[in-house]
């Protein structure tokens, strides 16, 4: 069972916040200094023991399954517990210990007291705020998760046990590991990428889908003005070819009249497009939203069986330019293609991808941002030519190390009225300035010419394959938030911040540790817009989010190498493995995602963390690899039984 996404987004609750994270430790060290808490720990196994073997199915109030429960009275003489005082317990101090270890995650025990309703029917009411109240009535124990008692952390002993909580492991030693020979299974992995490759290629259908509705949004607005004309333009992962048969329509309209510049005319036009489509047969539903950051009108188109998910934004021209530029970017060598086809096929199924958090464009800059700065593609942003030879790339490197040298590449304030000029940019290669292209007070030139693209040839030889694994260990392991910025203009995922001094993406002073989601004046992960370049697209991931998502870079360049190791299984499927609920029910083990980011966060802001964090070492790991191989087994097994 796929862990839940939480507020119907995947990724928004994918990571669990810091304080929760560390409520295992913080609880364990506080009560360990209790002195009633050995006995405690020891008091909870034995009744846990004792539930499983002699506990009574009964009922609990407004729930219908049944839980194992006993009265503690009748429990307290098969315990052979005694007091500091060398007394038996009574009911009420078992109920105080009871209390005090259900304040921690682990919750194997909780109290409860019999009650009957109006109709003569008994049932049990759970009390989870008892705390260490010693005059509680409440006298059932009850099994209430025994799920989250692990074998090994309370087992049952003469001897106090050990209890340390489980985490899932660092994978810091993926930094020097090296990809294994892939000549092996070179053939079996090419078979697994055509297959991905099809999978996110939509079919004839699909694509005649968009030129239907395109045709019939046009008709829509010319059967109530016939006097403006609208362009209309396919933008997003359909226009550059990354997407599955039933993604969603992007459209772009642009009003061609004058008067529609006026924001009520223009609001008064969009209104009756959305009327217009509402009568059309094919389009079972269209709202407009008004209070979007540019006006859009959310759709869905039917034809034949299929029912399509659309929008229709107005006048935003940097979306179809971001567009056109990723395409040639992809049409300049194949490697591109694949690798960010991986990125987001691992996005979504690692739960990692949403609109609330981080879309997939993002991360498709973040690998675009890789890949140039690994000579597969060069910068378009920076280039009048792709005829570039090494000068180019060292000039580049100049360019990145120099705060000055990058604000030449940024647009300048004008000097007058008359003052066109947006840049002072000159091309790596031959020093020419290149052309402004104004795209929202900002420059949106590239180098949009398909002959010098076709010509292009990297000087970098490695597969596709061997740059994604090179690409989640850096992200994994080499990236630093909190210094670096993703420029894909810059053609470099570590620019310094410091150096993108147009960028809304302060260094962090004060991080809060208990605020899940993002906090005001607080930008941890920095991801340059190409065109509108004072727009920070990594805003809204919160610092858990991106403790958890680097962890899930550096678990996915260990997914791939051992995916090429282990015969058992495709060499992918460890890498799109589903997160499952039996590895992140708690939140206890995420503990070495943050270990490091905590760590380096105090050393590298003021006042950064307004928790006591504990350095979370000594603690058992997960064996994820043996509990992962039993997920992929299953998965084997319905491969087995539908092919």
Same mark, same amino acid.
């Given at each position: 069972?796929?862990?839940?996404?939480?507020?119907?987004?995947?990724?928004?609750?994918?990571?669990?916040?810091?304080?929760?994270?560390?409520?295992?430790?913080?609880?364990?060290?506080?009560?360990?200094?209790?002195?009633?808490?050995?006995?405690?720990?020891?008091?909870?196994?034995?009744?846990?023991?004792?539930?499983?073997?002699?506990?009574?199915?009964?009922?609990?109030?407004?729930?219908?399954?049944?839980?194992?429960?006993?009265?503690?009275?009748?429990?307290?003489?098969?315990?052979?517990?005694?007091?500091?005082?060398?007394?038996?317990?009574?009911?009420?101090?078992?109920?105080?210990?009871?209390?005090?270890?259900?304040?921690?995650?682990?919750?194997?025990?909780?109290?409860?007291?019999?009650?009957?309703?109006?109709?003569?029917?008994?049932?049990?009411?759970?009390?989870?705020?008892?705390?260490?109240?010693?005059?509680?009535?409440?006298?059932?124990?009850?099994?209430?998760?025994?799920?989250?008692?692990?074998?090994?952390?309370?087992?049952?002993?003469?001897?106090?046990?050990?209890?340390?909580?489980?985490?899932?492991?660092?994978?810091d030693s993926i930094a020097t590991a090296k990809l294994p020979p892939i000549i092996q299974r070179q053939e079996?992995?090419?078979?697994?990428?055509?297959?991905?490759?099809?999978?996110?290629?939509?079919?004839?259908?699909?694509?005649?889908?968009?030129?239907?509705?395109?045709?019939?949004?046009?008709?829509?607005?010319?059967?109530?003005?016939?006097?403006?004309?609208?362009?209309?333009?396919?933008?997003?992962?359909?226009?550059?070819?990354?997407?599955?048969?039933?993604?969603?329509?992007?459209?772009?309209?642009?009003?061609?009249?004058?008067?529609?510049?006026?924001?009520?005319?223009?609001?008064?036009?969009?209104?009756?497009?959305?009327?217009?489509?509402?009568?059309?047969?094919?389009?079972?539903?269209?709202?407009?939203?008004?209070?979007?950051?540019?006006?859009?009108?959310?759709?869905?188109?039917?034809?034949?069986?299929?029912?399509?998910?659309?929008?229709?934004?107005?006048?935003?021209?940097?979306?179809?330019?971001?567009?056109?530029?990723?395409?040639?970017?992809?049409?300049?060598?194949?490697?591109?293609?694949?690798?960010?086809?991986?990125?987001?096929?691992?996005?979504?199924?690692?739960?990692?991808?949403?609109?609330?958090?981080?879309?997939?464009?993002?991360?498709?800059?973040?690998? =675009?941002?890789?890949? !140039? &700065?690994?000579?597969?593609?060069? %910068?378009?942003?920076?280039?009048?030519?792709?005829? $570039?030879? /090494?000068?180019?790339w060292d000039r580049l490197t100049e360019i990145h190390n120099s705060p000055e040298e990058i604000s030449k590449?940024?647009?300048?304030?004008?000097?007058?009225?008359?003052?066109?000029?947006?840049?002072?940019?000159?091309?790596?290669?031959?020093?020419?300035?290149?052309?402004?292209?104004?795209?929202?007070?900002?420059?949106?030139?590239?180098?949009?010419?398909?002959?010098?693209?076709?010509?292009?040839?990297?000087?970098?030889?490695?597969?596709?394959?061997?740059?994604?694994?090179?690409?989640?260990?850096?992200?994994?392991?080499?990236?630093?938030?909190?210094?670096?910025?993703?420029?894909?203009?810059?053609?470099?995922?570590?620019?310094?911040?410091?150096?993108?001094?147009?960028?809304?993406?302060? =260094?962090?002073?004060? !991080? &809060?540790?208990?605020?899940?989601? %993002?906090?005001?004046?607080?930008?941890?992960?920095? $991801?340059? /817009?190409?065109?509108?370049?004072?727009?920070?697209?990594?805003?809204?991931?919160?610092?858990?989010?991106?403790?958890?998502?680097?962890?899930?870079?550096?678990?996915?360049?260990?997914?791939?190498?051992?995916?090429?190791?282990?015969?058992?299984?495709?060499?992918?499927?460890?890498?799109?493995?589903?997160?499952?609920?039996?590895?992140?029910?708690?939140?206890?083990?995420?503990?070495?995602?943050?270990?490091?980011?905590?760590?380096?966060?105090?050393?590298?802001?003021?006042?950064?963390?307004?928790?006591?964090?504990?350095?979370?070492?000594?603690?058992?790991?997960?064996?994820?690899?043996?509990?992962?191989?039993?997920?992929?087994?299953?998965?084997?097994?319905?491969?087995?039984?539908?092919?």
């Open positions: 069972m796929s862990i839940s996404a939480g507020l119907g987004q995947a990724g928004v609750k994918r990571f669990p916040s810091i304080s929760s994270m560390l409520m295992t430790n913080k609880g364990k060290n506080m009560f360990n200094s209790d002195k009633y808490m050995p006995t405690s720990y020891k008091l909870m196994d034995r009744l846990r023991t004792l539930l499983a073997k002699d506990g009574k199915q009964q009922s609990i109030a407004g729930k219908k399954n049944k839980v194992k429960a006993l009265p503690l009275d009748c429990a307290l003489p098969h315990l052979n517990m005694l007091d500091i005082d060398e007394k038996p317990f009574s009911v009420q101090q078992v109920c105080a210990m009871i209390g005090r270890l259900n304040n921690i995650p682990y919750k194997p025990i909780m109290l409860a007291k019999l009650q009957t309703d109006s109709q003569g029917e008994m049932s049990l009411v759970l009390d989870k705020d008892i705390g260490d109240n010693e005059g509680s009535t409440y006298s059932w124990a009850v099994t209430y998760s025994p799920w989250v008692w692990i074998k090994g952390i309370a087992a049952a002993s003469k001897e106090l046990p050990s209890l340390q909580p489980a985490f899932l492991p660092s994978f079996e992995l090419n078979s697994e990428l055509e297959e991905l490759s099809h999978f996110w290629t939509p079919d004839k259908a699909s694509m005649d889908a968009v030129l239907a509705a395109q045709d019939m949004i046009r008709l829509a607005a010319r059967k109530f003005d016939m006097s403006v004309y609208c362009k209309l333009e396919v933008f997003g992962s359909r226009a550059y070819g990354i997407c599955q048969s039933d993604s969603d329509f992007d459209f772009l309209m642009t009003i061609m009249h004058r008067k529609m510049v006026k924001s009520k005319l223009r609001e008064r036009f969009i209104s009756q497009l959305k009327s217009a489509l509402r009568k059309t047969k094919s389009v079972p539903l269209a709202v407009y939203i008004r209070k979007a950051k540019v006006p859009i009108i959310k759709f869905q188109y039917q034809r034949g069986k299929r029912v399509y998910n659309g929008d229709i934004s107005f006048e935003e021209r940097s979306a179809i330019l971001r567009t056109k530029m990723l395409k040639a970017y992809i049409n300049m060598d194949p490697r591109v293609r694949t690798v960010l086809m991986l990125l987001k096929h691992w996005g979504v199924k690692r739960e990692l991808t949403s609109k609330d958090v981080l879309n997939s464009y993002c991360m498709t800059m973040m690998g =675009l941002a890789f890949l !140039i &700065s690994q000579r597969v593609v060069p %910068p378009l942003q920076l280039l009048s030519t792709t005829i $570039i030879d /090494d000068k180019a590449l940024y647009p300048k304030e004008k000097s007058s009225d008359n003052d066109k000029s947006l840049s002072v940019a000159q091309c790596l290669q031959t020093g020419r300035n290149l052309p402004g292209m104004n795209v929202s007070g900002n420059n949106g030139y590239y180098l949009d010419d398909l002959r010098l693209q076709q010509v292009w040839k990297s000087p970098n030889k490695k597969s596709a394959f061997e740059l994604a694994f090179e690409m989640f260990r850096f992200y994994g392991t080499e990236f630093d938030p909190k210094i670096h910025a993703i420029s894909p203009r810059l053609g470099s995922p570590c620019i310094l911040r410091s150096n993108l001094s147009k960028l809304e993406a302060p =260094l962090p002073k004060k !991080i &809060s540790l208990q605020s899940f989601g %993002p906090q005001k004046g607080t930008h941890l992960l920095a $991801i340059e /817009d190409p065109l509108i370049t004072s727009t920070n697209s990594g805003r809204k991931a919160s610092v858990q989010w991106v403790g958890g998502l680097l962890w899930e870079m550096r678990r996915a360049a260990w997914a791939m190498a051992k995916g090429l190791e282990d015969n058992k299984f495709k060499v992918l499927d460890r890498l799109f493995l589903p997160p499952t609920a039996n590895i992140y029910r708690d939140a206890g083990v995420w503990a070495p995602a943050y270990k490091r980011l905590i760590s380096d966060m105090r050393q590298n802001t003021d006042n950064s963390c307004s928790d006591d964090v504990d350095p979370l070492d000594n603690h058992s790991t997960i064996k994820l690899d043996e509990l992962e191989d039993k997920e992929l087994m299953k998965i084997s097994k319905l491969h087995e039984k539908y092919l």
